[in-house]
């Protein structure tokens, strides 16, 4: 990965990667929010233990899956830190534009990853 193209290109992938996978954390989060709302009503509207264990089982899942988004993005993240650490330390790169693009994506993600980490 000697190439300046080359390099940019796997800042951008692995940038991007890092950016969707925030995104979709996030939202998953929001759908166990919205989810545990919706269990919440459930039971204090007495509803038919049927719709209780139907919606858990689906708050269930959401927390699977932000569990799983969360370590791939931590995969991710790790692996955006070790290529901007590597580029960094290569004086053609300075003041190269993808590498503060990529620098900002890994930013965003780690301060996100850190606030989950101290809630």
């Known amino acids: 990965m000697s ?10 992938i692995k940038s ?13 989060a929001k759908e166990a929010e919205e989810q545990q709302r919706k269990v919440d009503k459930l039971i204090a509207n007495n509803a038919e233990e049927w719709d209780v264990k139907s919606a ?17 993005l931590g995969k991710a993240v790790q692996d955006l830190r070790e290529l901007v650490l ?11 534009i ?12 780690s ?3 850190d606030s989950k980490v101290s809630a």
């Open 3 to 12: 190439t300046k193209p080359a390099v940019h290109r796997q800042l951008n």
């Open 56 to 72: 858990r089982r689906i708050l269930e899942e959401s927390h699977r899956m932000i569990k799983d988004s969360d370590n791939r």
């Open 86 to 96: 590597r580029v960094k330390s290569q004086p053609e790169f300075a003041e190269d």
């Open 111 to 113: 301060v996100h990853l």
């Open 98 to 109: 993808e590498l503060l693009h990529a620098e900002e994506a890994l930013e965003e993600a």
């Open 16 to 28: 991007g990667v890092a950016k969707r996978l925030l995104k979709e954390h996030i939202l998953y």
